[in-house]
């Protein structure tokens, strides 16, 4: 069985997978936080510097450092998302989904026909079938997410704490009244659909709170966060 096989498999399965979140687009520092143990590195095409320009480089350096390389697309559109496994990525993250038909639409463009209607020919197309996340990071898709689990070819969904904290008007503080049933609601739609749960933590703390309370696919580190946090502490520790 391939990486991504295997990968693709312990998704399905719900077992717990750590991974890091690539906003430099560098396949030095990806592949320092691919071998730092992580399961899988996103490449953030949304709000990271890296471009598709960047993908080959980016997707081979996780890959060949032992994780599994996820995009996490601009756009839930056809065109975004079919370069993204083309140029390297294993499966997706999409974001600005907030509707069970628009997350029906981005799953199809992950498959070929006649399931979907991804166009082949990407030059570093994976073996097997792509993997389709969808974001839930607004109170319409926290509405709509029973019947956006319910699509084929939605394999699990991804939380955006931040954005979902926005759209709902609160603090992004995973105890505060009204951010805290909105991700319990998320979690428990996700077990009685028996797909996985992801988000995003900034700290291992945090990601272990997560993983306590049902969530499998945990975001762990951030290239940029890591390196800020690391030169304030010993910059700090320099000036005492």
Known sequence: MSPASTFRAQLTARETLYGAWCTIPSPLSVRLLATAGVDYV????????????????????????????????????????????????EGVIVPNVNSAAHAREAARACRYPPAGYRSGGGAMTGVGEPFCIIMAESAEAV?????????????????GPRDLSYSLGSPLDPD??????ALERIRAACAAAGKPVGIHATDGATARRYRDEGCSLI??????????????????????
């Open 42 to 89: 996103v490449v953030d095409l949304q709000h990271g510097g890296a471009t598709e320009h960047d993908l080959p480089g980016l997707t081979t350096a996780i890959r060949l450092a032992g994780a599994t390389p996820i995009g996490r697309v601009r756009h839930a559109h056809p065109a975004d998302i079919g370069r993204a496994l083309d140029l390297g990525c």
């Open 176 to 181: 505060d009244p009204v951010l805290k049933p």
């Open 219 to 240: 975001t762990v580190a951030s290239d940029a966060l890591a390196i800020s946090r690391a030169a304030v502490t010993e910059l700090a520790a320099a000036r005492a």
């Open 143 to 159: 509405a709509d997410l029973e019947a956006t689990l319910a699509e084929d070819g939605v394999d699990g969904i991804y939380v």
